[in-house]
């Protein structure tokens, strides 16, 4: 696949609150089209095989918004960065090429109109329906008691929802999906 240059990547999910990537810069983005879900299992980063945990995909929403946070690569840095990301979004993700509306910073990110967001091709990593570990969708309450239950190498899936959770929270980002399931992980 072509990369866009210079190349920026779309983090939604745990690129939010642990990117352990370099990077020249750091925006608030949104991606149109998309919402953010928990309906991916995890068998190999917050949960195992037997008891896979569920982490996020984006989903198609054709009148809805995904609000992350988008990575410029720096291009000494980009070939060996997404070599390592296809490593760790191997467990039903693949690349793929995104419209990204890049907000200024100082911005408050859950503004419904930026000013003028610049709109960039970008990366992100995105499990579509009908890989091995695609969950989809279910009731809250059963993805959380499923979250409860899982562990994998990286840690517990319930971390890994209160994380992402704080982490938009501190952005100002406002994910109903994600604060409602964190919510029920805390009980």
Not at 94 to 123: F, H, N, W
Not at 135 to 161: H, R
Request: contains cysteine; negative net charge.
């Amino acid at each position: 696949m072509d990369r866009p240059d210079p190349c920026w990547l779309f983090g939604y999910g745990s690129l939010i609150f642990r990117p352990a990537i370099p990077f020249a810069e750091r925006r608030p983005a949104r991606v149109r089209g998309w919402i953010r879900r928990f309906w991916q299992w995890s068998t190999d980063h917050r949960g195992e095989p037997w008891r896979p945990g569920r982490v996020v995909t984006l989903a198609p929403a054709p009148d809805d918004c995904c609000l992350g946070v988008a990575y410029r690569l720096a291009e000494a840095d980009t070939e060996a960065i997404l070599a390592d990301l296809d490593i760790r979004e191997r467990g039903g993700y693949v690349r793929m090429e995104i419209e990204l509306e890049l907000r200024d910073p100082a911005e408050q990110a859950s503004d419904a109109s930026p000013a003028s967001p610049r709109v960039v091709t970008g990366l992100t990593y995105q499990a579509w329906p009908g890989n091995r570990n695609y969950a989809g969708p279910a009731p809250l309450a059963e993805i959380a008691a499923q979250v409860l239950e899982a562990t994998g190498p990286s840690g517990t899936n319930a971390d890994y929802v209160r994380d992402l959770d704080a982490a938009l929270n501190a952005l100002g980002l406002e994910d109903p999906h994600v604060a409602a399931v964190a919510v029920m992980c805390r009980k």
